[in-house]
């Protein structure tokens, strides 16, 4: 069975504080793809990062940054110095089959 | 930005009532997605086609049909609509699609938003 738990439902932080949200993975398969989305407060949904089950290095983009664990299947994502327009719903998704979606975990940054 | 439109982005029906939605994209992607977003769920995949005519059931897919009869659109059908279908509804494309050879990043529509009363 394929399942993506995002434990933190909301998370709240004053802007330029660094801010990581878990994303924990269930595959039984060996060749998988891991993704994150964000929702911002407009509706629509923006790629931020794929990562394949067999390359663990750990990625940066700027202020974001993923770190990939297969030995503990955790897929987290971390911003640096927040700021309020990273206010979204930020959701992790794994692929093999189908792709499956965590539950999202909302991120307020206020000022 | 990818071209993907849906329609409508917003309807209020009323149970027992059919309902399409109306997916359209100018990208000759070969894979379409229908997902649904509702709280403490994130997305859940209703159904999907991998082709003209093809297509096949997701997690969710009760309750719910599509068609396919040209590429760029994928039309999605509830027969007769219930409360638990309210809900956004995202349409996406990819490239590639459900197989290991290589999963392409999905890009997604604006979303329509259906309450169905």
């Known amino acids: 069975a394929q399942k993506v738990t995002q434990a933190q439902t909301e998370i709240s932080v004053v802007e330029k504080e660094d801010v990581t949200l878990d994303c924990v993975y269930e595959?039984?398969?060996?060749?998988?793809?891991l993704f994150w989305y964000k929702q911002p407060p407009s509706g629509e949904l923006v790629f931020l990062i794929r990562?394949?089950?067999?390359?663990?290095q750990n990625e940066i983009s700027g202020r974001y940054s993923w770190n990939f664990q297969k030995s503990t299947s955790s897929f987290n994502f971390t911003i640096t110095a927040s700021q309020v327009v990273d206010s979204a719903v930020y959701f992790c998704?794994?692929?093999?089959?189908?792709?499956?979606f965590g539950a999202g975990t909302r991120l307020t940054v206020k000022p | 930005d990818a071209g993907i439109t849906q329609s409508p982005r917003h309807k209020v029906t009323e149970t027992g009532t059919p309902v399409t939605l109306r997916c359209h994209q100018t990208?000759?992607?070969?894979?379409m997605y229908w997902y649904r977003q509702d709280p403490g769920h994130g997305l859940r995949l209703i159904h999907y086609?991998?082709?003209?005519?093809?297509?096949d059931k997701g997690e969710v897919s009760d309750g719910y049909s599509v068609s396919r009869s040209k590429t760029e659109d994928f039309l999605l059908t509830l027969e007769s609509a219930t409360s638990s279908q309210t809900s956004v509804y995202f349409c996406?494309?990819?490239?590639?699609?459900?197989?290991?050879?290589?999963?392409?990043?999905?890009?997604f529509g604006a979303g329509s938003r259906l309450t169905v009363l």
């Open positions: 086609s991998y082709g003209v005519k093809d297509t």
């Open positions: 990562r394949n089950s067999f390359d663990e």
């Open positions: 595959t039984r398969d060996t060749t998988y793809y």
């Open positions: 998704a794994l692929f093999n089959n189908d792709m499956r």
């Open positions: 990208e000759n992607h070969r894979y």
């Open positions: 996406a494309i990819s490239e590639s699609g459900h197989s290991n050879s290589g999963a392409n990043v999905l890009t």
